[in-house]
Structure formats: C-alpha cells, structure tokens
C-alpha cells in the first residue's frame, strides 16, 4: 500500500514539476516542446524506412537530414529579406496613418453632413501609436530574436533526433512512473494524444504553408510590396481557426488601399486572397484537417477566445491540440466514472 501511495506521490510530483518549468522556464522548455512536437509529426516515418530494412538509427539520420535540408535552405535564402522588410515597415507607417486619417475624415464629413454624426478619431490615433511602439519594440527586439532562432536552429533538431532515436526507452522510462491503477487508461490517452496533435499540427502546417506559397507567389507576381512578409503572415493567422484568414486579409488590405487605392490592383489582391482562402475551406481543410480534432465549431470558437484571452497569438494557435485533449480526457474520466457505477 505504501509503495503505491508513494508511486501516486512521485507521478504526481512530476507532472507538477513538468507543467512549473514549462511556465517558469520558457526558454528551456519552449526548445523542448517544439522538439517533442517535431518528434510528433516525424516519429510515423520511422517504422516505415525501418521496414525497408534500415536501422532505426540510420532512418532517423535520413528523415532528419531530410527535414533540415528541405527548412534550413529557405530560412537562409528568406531571413534577410524579411529583416529588411521588417526594418522598412517603419517607414511605411506614416504613409498608411496619413491615409487612414484622411479616408475617416471624410467618412466623418458625409456622417456629419447626412446625420449629424461626429465620430471620434481618438481611436485611430492610440491605434497607430500602438502600431510604431510595437514596429519599434520589433525592431530592438531583432538581433535577439535572430540569436533565438539560431539557438533553436541548433537544439531543435538536436533534442528531435534523440527523441526518434531512443523514443522507446523514454517512452518505457516514463510509463515506469504511472501507477497500475490508472496504467491502461493513461497509456490510451497517452498514445491517442500523441497521435491527434502530431496529426492535428501535420495537417495544419502543410495547410498553412499551402495557403502561404498561393499568397506569396501571387503577391510577388502583382510586384505588391512586403510580399514575404504578407505571406508569411497569412501562413501563421491560418493556423488560427475561423478568424485567422481574417486577420491575414487586414494588413494586406490596409497596404492594398494605402498603396493602390480603389485600383484594379487593389482588386488583384483580394481576389488572389479570396482565391486562396476557397482552396483551403473547399479543398485542404476537409481532406486534411477537419477528420482529425473532431470538435464541434462553437467549441473551436471558444478555445480560439480562451487561447487569445490567456496566451494571446500563441493561445490562439495550440488552443485546438489543447481542447482536443480536454475532450479526449473527459470523455476518458466519464467512461470511467460509468463503468464504476454499471
């Protein structure tokens, strides 16, 4: 009896520990959990080159020279054209203010003529105010950001390939400490969990970067200016469910009307979006997405609230992999509890 208290205890105290230093350790633990994700998507290629009668430890090798020579060539070749995007954008800025502020004066002249209506303009000012602290707060921030990339650049990879390559010992290691009692149902729920997130982030990285090029290559073609940057941004707001496309379109728009105006080029622009955005609704989100985290939408939305409310951006985008695994415990809990009371 105490030997099992005692295991409760330790699995207990470890899983505490866990979730403290994830919090109170970004740096160290973010590393970790970008490589255990990598681990996630990677780990199904490895049986399968292992079947064609590779060992194990030359499969990993393989996969992952693969996945760094596929992502390392254009994060070299794209970096420097984003730094220098990111450094202009400063200077763009009061171009796109001045051009708000006159398209809401005249708003406000046909409100006030027509209704009587006088609208603040209070707003558009806190809001570009805001805008320059963060473009500034960005741009100071640059030097340490690319350090952090290099840094992950180096430990991801490290710490993934270990993970492919002794998964079944850690694996061992750790179900070693969950108790008997509870043995079967953590083991499921362990493996199901795995396997939907790893699915779940498969799926929506190669949707995004689907949605990214289609954006990207089109806005190049157009010669619209910040064409990486607008693509990679209505890569990462896609990861978002239901609102990110829309928060894609709004910096595209803003530059498109600023720089064009009511145009037929403005009009390119959002054609190519809208063109973009049917493909992934129509085409990519149901053969890769909508099969995987079965949730109901209002349940999506609500997580999509929740995730922006407590972790912002990054809420938004791992509260899916985390409302799916809420639902799979819960579900898990009340068999539990039924097959008590039956």
């Known amino acids: 009896m105490k030997i099992k208290t005692y295991k409760h205890f330790i699995f207990t105290l470890i899983l505490i520990m866990g979730f403290v230093g994830m919090f109170s350790l970004p740096r160290l633990s973010l590393p970790f959990l970008a490589s255990y994700l990598f681990y996630l998507i990677l780990e199904p290629f490895v049986p399968r ?6 060992k194990k430890n030359i499969a990993v090798m393989i996969i992952m020279t693969g996945v760094l020579t596929i992502s390392i060539f254009p994060i070299i070749k794209i970096s420097p054209i984003i730094s220098s995007e990111i450094e202009n954008i400063q200077y763009y800025i009061p171009k796109l203010e001045n051009y708000v502020n006159v398209q809401f004066q005249q708003i406000q002249h046909f409100l006030q003529a027509k209704f009587g209506f006088e609208l603040q303009d209070k707003y558009i000012f806190e809001a570009f105010s805001y805008l320059r602290t963060q473009v ?3 741009l100071l921030k640059l030097p340490q950001f690319l350090a952090s990339i290099l840094e992950w650049m180096f430990l991801v990879p490290l710490l ?13 290691t750790f179900l070693k400490l969950v108790p008997n009692s509870i043995f079967e149902r953590f083991y499921y729920i362990f493996h199901q969990l795995n396997k939907q997130i790893g699915d779940y982030i498969f799926a929506k990285f190669i949707e995004a970067s689907i949605v990214g090029i289609i954006i990207t290559v089109g806005l190049v073609l157009l010669k619209v200016r910040f064409s990486i940057i607008l693509g990679l941004a209505a890569a990462i707001t896609n990861i978002i469910p239901y609102v990110g496309p829309l928060l894609g379109i709004i910096p595209a728009g803003l530059l498109g009307m600023t720089e064009y105006g009511w145009s037929p080029q403005f009009g390119a622009m959002m054609i190519l979006y809208l063109v973009a955005n049917v493909i992934d609704i129509g085409i990519v989100f149901p053969l890769l997405v909508s099969k995987i985290v079965d949730l109901h939408p209002v349940v999506v939305v609500v997580s999509v609230i929740l995730g922006s409310q407590y972790l ?3 809420g938004m985008i791992i509260c899916i992999p985390i409302a799916a695994a809420l639902k799979l415990i819960l579900i898990e809990i009340y068999k539990e509890f039924y097959e008590i009371r039956s």
């Open 49 to 54: 080159l292992t079947l064609l009668g590779l």
């Open 136 to 138: 500034t707060s960005v």
């Open 160 to 172: 993934s390939y270990f993970l492919l390559a002794d998964s079944e010992r850690v694996k061992k």
């Open 312 to 314: 912002g951006v990054l």
